[in-house]
């Protein structure tokens, strides 16, 4: 009986994982600012899914404080904030010229994808836990596929959404191999995630007011200019 | 008890400079509490030479040798930069409405960087140190023009990117604790006793996504590129925060990991150290041949100096480790000085460009002499503190056999040397070029300059009694045998 | 014996009879959503009707493969239909008859002669769909054969029945990465094989951006009811490979007696039903992509069944 609930419940755990994977995809693969958006608030929701799940199959309290605050931090407040905060003609970009294409793109978040589980196939042989060998590996690669697309994005927003991705990968590893940590931690750890959307989000709106625009490129006077 | 003073007085500085009343005496506020905190701190070393470890809170909050030394540089270099800053801001034109809340920021900023080394949980220090980044991120955008922006994005993405990696490290290294049996709290004290009883795979693992985590926070190359921008745009006595202490903050916390790391028998990363500490030497030393702007020149000074501490951490022996910690010191100390007198050089001629400076020693004695002193001074010439403890580093691998090492290091060290003392040649001696006015220096940022360089000064020639039992403390908090 | 050839031919009779069916359907949901009232769902019969009582009329300038294709097209998703499960999870007499990829190479055979016979008629509209189905075409086909892999390498075997019944046994195995990832790769293969949107407008009528319509542009009469029909029935049948191995194997007549049989078919009529609901969703939700984003898509459908291959790797291996 018991172990028909658990097998249900890693189940639904590695489910979440997989759609947790095709957010990160589909993150590198579309266009539309807007879109990278709204990928991001489907993978908080799934990974509070899983922090519910998890929270639930171990009866910690604590992972089942994590889900509430993800909600309400990541699929509530920070979009809410960032709309607020930033021009709305933001959200209407596209990118129509990207550094690497997108099948390009997609092809190097698969290898990454498979990277991670390479990376940390030797580090799963310690415990047989299921819900650490999938949540480890796909929150990894969630890291390294945000990162990626951190750096081919050229748009502010779609950086910062990379960024926020990246920490979505950091907790959904962290759910599975650290649930009982303090409190304390997380909430500290919640808090700096929604400072570093308040940081990032003045700082766009700065620079679309001076600079008129966040595409990186053309942000580059700082160099060794040579002398006329 | 005066541990928790010293950390906590900044954030109530921030928040008085907060209070419309007390906005217009934001700087009086300001110094008033660093020093009542740079105080406090003293007296927490005093307490740590005295019984090995100062304590708060249990578990939470308590310091040892390293990170009171940590704590103790904090206080010292806000506390001057924040002298420096009261005639320097007035005179670039602020107004004093927006005088406050840089105040404020800046406050801030020194609470999050006094709390890194207080802290003894891991997973907190991971926050004070994304605290760190962001305040300073907001700090380098202060003066809002495109310049200040681009470097602050730079930043803040270069570094923020790798919050996330360091996050999973830390978690990787609570786990590895908790599978291993550690039922206690886990601090920095209870990860290093139980290191060899860790799984080393998890530990490298770990070790190895906080230092590319961190490593981007400090400077080390490859991902150094934000550091030249942001250290140059920013407002001068934030420069001077950024380059004197903020690079060495992420520092203190890899080689804290680094010494769990070599407390257990199984996981040999030294000789990685050295290797990348090099590589940022290297880099640091060829940017400089050609940098065009002295604050920029100051800034990849910086990147050359944390990559010797980490090579001097690499290595791993005892000396080794004094060496590190003892440059940990100079560096900050000796860096801060640097960007108050380029400072001064920016607010009396206007410009950042190495090659519209010419004859400095004639137009303004003052300055002209200050800029040769710690120019001498951070590239590492005698009877200055960054000789010593450059020496000391050399001669501690030599005598732990990385020969190579310690060959390409003099070498990069003296190509440094000879880049840095061109430019500054150029700036200092000639004919001066125009004949614009030269505007006076405050003297509230002339008694920073004077205060910083005592320190500078002595150091090089003679090395007080507690000073060096506390380098001593540091040190075998690294680990090395 | 005899019994299952008798099930076998009504399958086959099933998915003649209610091809049009399912189209009408699809097209009635799609102008509900849209707020129109739409055409009867009957009405696929009476277009069929209609055409079988109309002349022929066929250009001199063709060959015998304009001829031909019309009853090949017709033919081939009757073939691929007896290979997989329809109304039953048991293979039936001619399951053995061929695998998946022999069902794969059918449903090409079919559109290889259709873009032939686009060609074949020298109106220039043709040769443009041609090239552009075939286009679709082999951008698809890494995706059919990694999915193919993927869940043969699962269970053992390539005939549909036998996969069907191995491939989600446990739940473990309904919800693990690998088959999310797979049901998302197949499902944006059906819309690009089916010629549905974001890949192609099924009910647009202009001839410079058809894809799959083009290839029945140049029939009347009897070969355009053919080449619709059968256009139907292979969508059918994709559609009931998609549901019966891949998504949801329930309902499935589990033995030989005849009510079951009978019984099966409104079940099975009902998930269809479920899957016409998502798949309007989708259409209706949806642009139509520019040409060179269709690369961009089914390179998407590429990697995450690359991905779920990866991942039914790396459980396999680790269980």
């Not at chain 2, 190359?221 to 001068?236: E, N």
């Not at chain 2, 607010?347 to 710690?374: D, H, K, M, N, W």
Request: hydrophobic share 55%; aromatic share 10%.
């Amino acid at each position: 009986m018991a172990s028909a609930q658990t097998q249900l419940i890693e189940g639904l755990n590695a489910l979440s994982a997989g759609l947790i994977l095709l957010t990160a995809f589909g993150m590198v693969a579309t266009r539309q600012v807007q879109g990278v958006m709204r990928f991001f608030v489907v993978q908080s929701l799934f990974l509070s899914a899983s922090a519910f799940l998890i929270g639930f199959s171990r009866n910690s309290i604590h992972l089942l404080a994590l889900g509430i605050i993800t909600i309400a931090a990541k699929v509530i407040a920070i979009p809410w904030v960032l709309k607020r905060t930033l021009p709305g003609d933001l959200y209407e970009r596209r990118e129509i010229n990207q550094v690497i294409n997108i099948p390009s793109s997609l092809l190097i978040a698969l290898l990454l994808a498979i990277a991670a589980e390479f990376l940390v196939s030797p580090l799963l042989a310690i415990t047989p836990d299921p819900v650490i060998h999938v949540n480890l590996p796909i929150g990894l690669a969630g890291i390294l596929i945000g990162a990626y697309s951190l750096i081919a994005r050229r748009e502010a927003l779609p950086q910062m959404v990379g960024i926020l991705a990246m920490e979505n990968g950091a907790f959904f590893a962290g759910i599975a191999i650290a649930p009982d940590l303090p409190l304390i931690a997380e909430l500290a750890i919640a808090i700096d995630v929604i400072l570093i959307v308040v940081v990032i989000g003045v700082l766009t709106r700065n620079i679309t007011q001076t600079i008129g625009t966040t595409e990186a490129a053309s942000m580059s006077e700082l160099r060794e200019e040579p002398q006329p | 008890m005066t541990l928790i003073v010293a950390v906590s007085l900044p954030l109530v500085a921030a928040l008085l400079c907060w209070v419309r009343p007390l906005r217009s005496i934001a700087w009086g506020t300001t110094v008033f509490c660093l020093s009542i905190s740079f105080a406090a701190s003293v007296m927490t070393a005093g307490q740590v030479l005295r019984g090995g470890r100062a304590v708060a809170i249990p578990g939470w909050i308590e310091v040892d040798g390293l990170g009171s030394l940590a704590l103790l540089l904090v206080t010292f270099v806000c506390t001057l930069a924040a002298i420096f800053a009261g005639g320097y801001m007035r005179h670039g034109g602020q107004s004093s409405e927006r005088l406050w809340w840089f105040y404020s920021n800046s406050n801030l900023l020194v609470f999050a960087l006094a709390v890194v080394p207080a802290l003894a949980s891991p997973n907190l220090v991971w926050v004070g140190v994304e605290l760190v980044t962001l305040f300073a991120t907001l700090l380098v955008a202060f003066e809002s023009n495109a310049g200040a922006l681009e470097a602050a994005w730079k930043m803040a993405i270069l570094t923020i990117m790798g919050a996330p990696i360091s996050l999973l490290g830390f978690l990787v290294l609570y786990w590895a604790f908790h599978s291993s049996g550690g039922g206690t709290a886990e601090t920095w004290a209870s990860l290093s006793a139980m290191a060899s009883t860790m799984p080393p795979n998890l530990l490298k693992f770990a070790f190895l996504l906080v230092f590319v985590g961190f490593g981007a926070k400090s400077g080390l190359a490859p991902m150094h590129t934000w550091l030249p921008d942001a250290h140059s745009q920013a407002p001068t006595p934030v420069c001077a925060v950024l380059s004197g202490i903020k690079t060495t903050i992420p520092l203190y916390v890899i080689l804290r990991f680094l010494s769990i790391i070599l407390a257990s028998p199984e996981a040999r990363i030294g000789n990685w150290m050295v290797v990348i500490g090099l590589f940022s030497v290297g880099i640091a030393a060829f940017l400089l041949i050609q940098v065009r702007d002295y604050k920029r020149m100051f800034a990849f000074s910086t990147v050359e100096h944390m990559g010797i501490i980490l090579v001097a951490a690499g290595f791993a022996t005892h000396e080794a480790d004094y060496g590190a910690v003892s440059q940990m010191l100079n560096h900050s100390i000796t860096k801060s000085l640097c960007f108050y007198v380029a400072g001064m050089v920016l607010l009396t001629l206007g410009t950042r460009q190495i090659s519209e400076v010419r004859g400095l020693v004639r137009t303004a004695p003052f300055v002209g002499g200050a800029l040769l002193l710690c120019s001498l001074a951070i590239a590492g010439a005698p009877p200055f503190p960054i000789f010593l403890s450059e020496f000391s580093i050399l001669s501690a691998g030599l005598r732990s056999g990385h020969n190579v090492a310690v060959a390409i290091l003099a070498t990069l060290i003296v190509i440094a040397f000879v880049a840095i003392m061109r430019h500054v040649n150029g700036m200092l001696f000639g004919k001066p070029e125009s004949t614009a006015p030269v505007e006076r220096v405050p003297p509230s940022s002339r008694t920073a300059v004077l205060l910083a360089a005592v320190p500078v000064a002595v150091l090089g020639v003679y090395i007080p009694g507690p000073v060096h039992s506390l380098l001593q403390l540091a040190a075998e908090q690294l680990g090395g045998h | 014996m005899t019994r299952t050839i008798l099930y076998n031919l009504i399958q086959l009779l099933f998915v003649l009879g209610f091809a049009p069916l399912y189209a009408g359907v699809l097209s009635r949901f799609k102008e509900i959503i849209q707020s129109k009232r739409g055409p009867s769902i009957f009405q696929p019969y009476r277009d069929l009707w209609k055409l079988f009582h109309k002349d022929e009329v066929v250009s001199s300038e063709t060959t015998w493969i304009f001829r031909v294709t019309p009853y090949l097209v017709f033919v081939v998703p009757l073939f691929v239909a007896s290979l997989i499960p329809v109304l039953t999870d048991y293979p039936l007499a001619f399951a053995f008859m061929g695998d998946m990829l022999a069902g794969g190479f059918f449903l090409g055979l079919g559109g290889f002669f259709a873009a032939l016979a686009a060609v074949d008629t020298g109106n220039p509209y043709g040769p443009m769909g041609a090239s552009r189905t075939r286009m679709v075409g082999f951008l698809a086909e890494p995706v059919f054969i990694i999915v193919f892999f993927t869940v043969s390498f699962v269970a053992q075997s390539t005939i549909p029945y036998i996969v069907q019944q191995k491939w989600v046994a446990s739940p473990a195995a309904f919800f693990s990465p690998a088959h999310i990832l797979l049901l998302i790769a197949f499902l944006m293969l059906i819309l690009a094989e089916g010629g549905r949107i974001p890949v192609d407008n099924p009910s647009g009528h202009f001839e410079l951006a058809m894809i799959d319509e083009s290839k029945g542009l140049e029939y009347s009469g009897r070969g355009a009811a053919l080449m619709n029909w059968g256009g139907q029935m292979k969508f059918l049948v994709l559609t009931c490979i998609f549901l019966n191995v891949l998504l949801a194997p329930w309902g499935l007549a589990g033995d030989v007696e005849p009510g079951h049989v009978l019984l099966a078919i409104p079940l099975i009529l009902f998930k269809i039903l479920l899957f016409t609901i998502v798949l309007v969703t989708i259409e209706s939700s949806l642009a139509k992509l520019r040409l060179f984003r269709i690369s961009e898509f089914l390179g998407a459908a590429f990697i995450i069944s690359v991905a779920a291959m990866i991942a039914s790797i790396f459980s396999a291996s680790a269980a």
